[in-house]
């Protein structure tokens, strides 16, 4: 069955410390992969997303992401956490090609400590 | 990008009745999404709204407890009928056209 795989419920990390989030994805072929974020009362913001080439995308608020074909991955990464980046990450597929119904991840509970 | 609303924002209802969420959106989008987000957890897809012909429901949700209309390309409402506490969740619309997805900002459901 396809599916989303984020593997850290919570994580907590120090102000300025480097941060990478996991997800992982079950499917034969390559999805379309997204890394959403969700703050407290908020709604969902696209922090980035990748469709095909490129395997390193860059999205907004300093965040990346790496397709990585071999371990089905699709992991978020940013090199220093600022405190407001406290909030929940979502990692989501679409199976069907393009901005199609999406299968979201569990979410991954970021803390940033000072 | 667009402007997306959601109505109510929130609501407080008794189990046994039914609320109307509407999603309006300021330009015209292909396909609406509606996804419940249950307290604590993920987004959950609950169905897909064309406008002109039946939504299609994902497994687990049948069009008798959630009914959805989409009489045109920016609006579109979910029903949630005969309410249980288990239905209290967040309802996400997904307006969505081409290479454009937006999330509405949600209605906060709480039954009783």
């Known amino acids: 069955a396809q599916s989303v795989t984020q593997p850290d419920i919570h994580i907590t990390v120090s102000e300025g410390a480097s941060l990478e989030l996991r997800c992982n994805y079950s499917y034969g072929a390559t999805p379309y992969l997204f890394w959403y974020v969700q703050s407290p009362g908020q709604g969902l913001q696209l922090l980035l997303k990748?469709?095909?080439?490129?395997?390193l995308v860059q999205g907004i608020k300093g965040f990346e992401a790496e397709f990585k074909r071999s371990q089905s991955s699709f992991n978020l990464r940013k090199p220093s956490v600022h405190w407001s980046d406290a909030a929940e990450y979502f990692c989501?597929?679409?199976?069907?090609?393009?901005?199609?119904?999406?299968?979201f991840g569990a979410g991954t509970r970021l803390a940033v400590h000072p | 990008s667009a402007v997306i609303s959601q109505k109510p924002s929130r609501d407080i209802c008794q189990r046994g009745t039914s609320l109307t969420i509407q999603c309006q959106v300021d330009?015209?989008?292909?396909?609406m999404f509606w996804y419940r987000q249950q307290p604590g957890q993920s987004l959950t897809l609950i169905a897909t709204?064309?406008?002109?012909?039946?939504?299609?429901?994902e497994s687990g949700f049948v069009i008798d407890k959630f009914p959805i209309s989409r009489p045109n390309l920016t609006f579109s409402t979910l029903t949630v009928s005969n309410m249980s506490p288990e239905d209290s969740s967040i309802y996400l619309c997904?307006?969505?056209?081409?290479?454009?997805?937006?999330f509405g900002p949600g209605t906060r459901l709480l039954v009783l």
């Open positions: 330009s015209q989008v292909t396909m």
């Open positions: 989501a597929a679409s199976f069907s090609g393009g901005y199609n119904k999406l299968i």
């Open positions: 997904s307006p969505t056209s081409g290479e454009t997805q937006y």
């Open positions: 990748y469709f095909s080439g490129d395997t």
């Open positions: 709204a064309n406008q002109g012909s039946e939504a299609t429901y």
